[in-house]
């Protein structure tokens, strides 16, 4: 399994900016899909982005398409989540997870490594 740890998190005022990123221990980075994931208390996991191993591919919930980018740089072994226009919704705890795969994945379970997660806040 990879070693995952995300930092980054805060609080920030709706309609602000916030950049999450999570660095990966293992050195065949590019081999691996990364989604980020959220969940909120009393919520269950979900699905926020992902990108293929190239970086080449993306895909994104509904809720955050065309105000957040999943970008990587696989020479940093690292994967960023860049937020903007954050609404009071996004508030919760961000997770980054990986997958050794050539496909990419929306549903948490097919993730076997996760990161330990970062808060991110948005006040109205």
């Known amino acids: 399994q990879v070693q995952l740890v995300e930092s980054g998190g805060g609080l920030v005022q709706a309609g602000g900016s916030l950049r999450v990123s999570c660095a990966a221990s293992?050195?065949?980075?590019?081999?691996?899909?990364m989604g980020w994931f959220r969940q909120a208390p009393g919520k269950e996991r979900e699905f926020v982005a992902v990108i293929s191993g190239s970086g080449g591919s993306t895909k994104y919930a509904d809720s955050v398409k065309g105000r957040f980018t999943i970008s990587r740089d696989n020479a940093k072994n690292t994967v960023y989540l860049q937020m903007n226009s954050l609404k009071p919704e996004d508030t919760a705890v961000y997770y980054c997870a990986a997958r050794a795969s050539s496909s990419w994945f929306t549903d948490p379970d097919e993730y076997a490594s996760w990161g330990q997660g970062t808060q991110v806040t948005v006040s109205s």
């Open positions: 293992q050195r065949t980075f590019s081999r691996y899909v």
